[in-house]
């Protein structure tokens, strides 16, 4: 479903990203993680084109990424993005959230939006909060519905980055578990998280980024069991001791 | 301080006998209020255009847009003026200058003084327009665009929106001035208020009474401004939104 | 005793006076930023009359350039002592400030090009006129249009440098205006010779020099001397400098002959208006 | 077209460059004074005894309500004389450049005041909180911690705040005060010259400027490094 | 050593805090949690006196905070505070942030200051970067000069609002050593925070606030073990389950 072919990147003379390799089959479920810096933002961004890329090959459904003559904003639309800060926008209610994009870019009637909108808040347990305006809601309402807003599109897959790191951690697992029934669905995910519960539990395969590079591309098991390299080891360690 | 105040000079006839001075004050007044509105909604669309070619992603436009704002920015009003009302029609070829200068001069000079406080004011606008941008989380742009919108569509649907209320209050503060600059305009000889403040000095010689008059004038469009801006803002307020409710 | 203006000067030992920036003959710079023209000599016999008259060995002289619409109003919150430029004496300017017996007397009429085909004041009808804000021109401008309904554009430019810039740059057919003035603006044009002025002069108008009001020592300081400089043949000497001789800044020669009312005006000194 | 005719600018240098130097010292000195009683009027703005945020307020509003060209027209006309009634001073003969400077400090103050109160805010409340808590009273909170980092924070926009009041000097010519723009009018106006008069006055106003605001751009680039 | 009794605080209507009364014993270290907006920042910053309070009374070190005679200045440099967001002042060199407050508040030489806060940078491992903005250095180092430049004080006691919540997970335990090391050497702390490792391993008490309220004040084991409260027991869970 996506597949990365030696990806490389760099903002003048710095490298962010150094020939990055991988394969997600559909249903799979990626966590990436590594130390802040590393690359993992902009590695999960040059999925769906929000970050350019200077050589290497992205295809997500048979569709070359980086091709200018792609059209990225149809490819964007078949592919879910959760961000950090949930980037609802402020000035809509929820609902207007859900619809706006069904409406405008898919084409559907606003009734036909409407009701998926509900069906989802639904899902994520916030029917009430429909009519509100996102500052209203809590950090973890706001993610949910975020995530919501991109399942609104029908995604083929979904990709988080960092969703739950500005949350107070109350509201971490609202989140967390939300995202763990999707997974359970069979939606194909790729998840930036340091939330390594989240990954023992759901994710099929762990990639850790060091410094731009693709330092670890294991199987969940093999991961958490023997981390090869002693980077992901130390990094394990801070991670988890506390 | 030998001054004879007389605060009656307003009802007196004027010298030409047509009108009062407080008649003439009033077409002063009408005049500014006319030329700043309809500069305004130039500088507004103007600005607007320009202030979101400034962030666009293509260096051709955004290269424009940033010569646009910095000529109307670095040159002083007055000049712009005199340059605008002087020395543009010189520049154009010869038949249209001489077409220009043969239309009613009233017409002249408004058009020549709205164009350049549309232009001058525009590029401070698009500052504005520019900055309320640039002042959204950069994630909302990304947001935008990963729900598959085009770029203009994110401008418009998501940037914009929030750009335009965050930009509300700076906002007030040009269209305050683009009422004051008008002021300035007098010295091609647009008849606004400051300009009839000053012809009430030169055909009565009671300046107090004129200064004090234009001056409260003034005030007053102030006053009427901000109310008028501060309703706005509480109308696009976004709720739990900072500074919302 | 002294008092008022007199005695003001007496005690700081310094004089100032208001003149105008670009009124040429009668006040203006040169091109080394000195102030000369007939009004300023006019108004340096009247200086030269104050320092004899107080008994002073020394008398300063600060200058300070003046607008038509400020001048008044420096001359009643006293940062004046004495203006004299191209001011008409008028009954309405004489309720604020008071006037010097007259040192110019002057007509109204237009400048335009030669080849405008404008001969007189009809000929503006339904045209564009430009004349200076401000002035006494513009008002009776104004007055005619309404009276005779003539249609005409008025245009009030901020300064005669920019009224005649108007009527240069093709903005306007004529330029109505005092005629010395006038004659003073073809001098500074880029081809002087293209130019004329033209009409049946609308108003007779007396300059004096603006003095605060109610100080009737200083006054007659100020008449006398200016009586004394016209009787003694010293005026007319002036005007002949001024108005038949080449002048700054380009050396031209306004060839404007001494009118009848002039040479009444030197027999007899008075400071009457007009209006 | 028309023609231009360049020839009377070379002479006038020394009345232009005299010009100039009149724009450049009301615009220093009306920056400094401005930024200074602009200060001290944020202050009065932010502080908790009601009177001195009232007077600041109306002082600010009052200020900003008011076209520039009227305030330098009050402070040349009118203010002088009052000032010097009340306080029976000798008549000065040439207020212009001194009326000039204190309208325009006066005025811009109450821009400045509105930067640096904008300053102030922007400096983060913890950041108040941890100079209190280490034990510094509120005077030294505000001078060592608040703000050098509001005027730091602040000085792109005081900068280009500057460069606009240079520009506003041209508005001078209510007092026939001859700043830049002025004496290239009236050179100008004396030669018959002025449409290219004020082209070369506009050039060299745009240069002057646009390298200024150049500079305050690097400036803000350097910034967001450190 | 810090002795609450009664203290209730409200903003208009809403009652922040109601009826706080609590002990801390010289060299104890007690922990704070409690759901967001619970009134836990709110409670420590009315011990140094940085809120004032309506009611009731807080003694510390023998002094009365809410006494308007009291010398607040002077009581709050001997009681150091640790911020979430670090709070060093961005325009002053590392070094001059440790400095700054002894010279101008403890009149110390400068000499004595530098002395000071040397050995300071030394105990937190960062004599390195005395000469760096605090903007060049990594969060988890910023709060660890934070500590260094509360400690420069020489403060009776040390208060800290949850001082790891603003950093990268790696750097959580870079902060949590120091402050251990701190709990060990025997200061006074109350510390907000959620890093219940954290207090496991050194508090002597743990304070559990709920709508403005202290709903639990027990010795670490009995919370653990036992914590009395519905309200906790389910904080607890929601906390460390993920
Ligand atoms: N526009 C940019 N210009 C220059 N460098 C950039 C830019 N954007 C990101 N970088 C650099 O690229 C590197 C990788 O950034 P990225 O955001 O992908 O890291 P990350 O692994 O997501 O870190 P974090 O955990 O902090 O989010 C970082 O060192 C960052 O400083
Ligand atoms: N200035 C204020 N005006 C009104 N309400 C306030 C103000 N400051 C704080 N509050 C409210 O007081 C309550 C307690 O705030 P406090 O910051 O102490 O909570 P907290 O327990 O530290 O929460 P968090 O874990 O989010 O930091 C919150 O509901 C907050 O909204
Ligand atoms: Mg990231
Ligand atoms: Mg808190």
Known sequence: ?242 | MAYNWNWDVFLQPTATGDDTYLGWMFYGFKMTIALSLSSWLIALAVGAVVGVLRTVPNRGLSGLATAYVEVFRNIPLLVQLFLWYFVMPELLPLAWGDALKQTNPILQQFFAAMLCLALFTSARVAEQVRSGINSLPPGQKNAGLAMGFTLPQTYRFVLLPMAVRLIVPPLTSEFLNIFKNSAVCSTIGLLELAAQGRQLVDYTAQPYESFIAVTLAYLLINVVVMFGMRWLEERVRVPGYIGGK | ELTGTLKKIKDTGVITLGHRESSIPFSYYDDKQQVIGYSQAMMLIVVEAVKADLKLAKLDIKLLPVTPSNRITLLQNGSLDIECGSTTNNTERQKQVSFSTTIFIIETRLLTKKTSGIKDFPDLAGKNVVTTAGTTSERLLRKMNEDKQMGMNVISAKDHGEAFLTLETGRAVAFMMDDALLFGEMAKARRASDWTVVGTPQSFEAYGCMLPKGDPAFKSVVDDALAKAMKSGEAEKIYAKWFLQPIPPKGLNLEFPLSDAMKALYKAPNDKAYD | MHEFDWSSIPGAWPFLWDGMVISLQITITAILVGIVWGTLLALMRLSSIKPLAWFAAAYVNLFRAVPLVMVLLWFFLIVPTLLESLLGLPRGSDVRLASAITGFALFEAAYYSEIIRAGIQSVSKGQMAAASALGMTYGQSMRLVVLPQAFRNMIPLLLTQGIILFQDTSLVYVSALADFFGAAYKVGDRDGRLVELLLFAGAVYFVICFSASRIVRHYQNKMKVA
Do not use: W
């Open chain 1, 1 to 242: 479903m996506i597949s990365m072919n030696k990806v490389s990147k760099h903002y003048g003379s710095f490298q962010v990203l150094s020939d990055c390799s991988t394969q997600v089959e559909k249903g799979e479920v990626i966590v990436v993680c590594g130390p802040s810096g590393s690359g993992k933002s902009t590695l999960i961004k040059c999925v769906n084109g929000l970050e350019p890329f200077q050589s290497g090959e992205i295809i997500v459904n048979g569709v070359s990424v980086g091709d200018p003559k792609t059209d990225l904003a149809k490819l964007r639309s078949t592919v879910g993005m959760v961000f950090q800060n949930f980037e609802l926008f402020p000035h809509m209610r929820i609902v207007e959230n859900l619809c706006i994009a069904q409406v405008k870019v898919l084409g559907r009637s606003p009734d036909e939006a409407r009701a998926k909108a509900s069906s989802l808040l639904e899902r994520v347990g916030l029917s009430e909060q429909a009519g509100k305006y996102p500052g209203q809601l809590s950090g973890g309402q706001q993610q949910r519905v975020a995530i919501a807003r991109a399942l609104a599109m029908d995604p083929i897959c979904m990709l988080f980055d960092e969703p739950t790191s500005a949350l107070d951690p109350e509201m971490v697992n609202e989140v967390l578990d939300v995202m763990t029934e999707l997974a359970q669905e069979g939606m194909t995910m790729m998840c930036v998280t340091h939330e390594m519960g989240f990954a023992k539990r759901v994710a099929t395969r762990v990639i850790f980024m060091d410094q731009g590079r693709i330092v670890e591309d294991d199987s969940k098991d093999a991961f958490f069991e023997a981390a090869r390299s002693e980077r992901a080891q130390q990094f394990l360690a801070k991670i988890l001791h506390h």
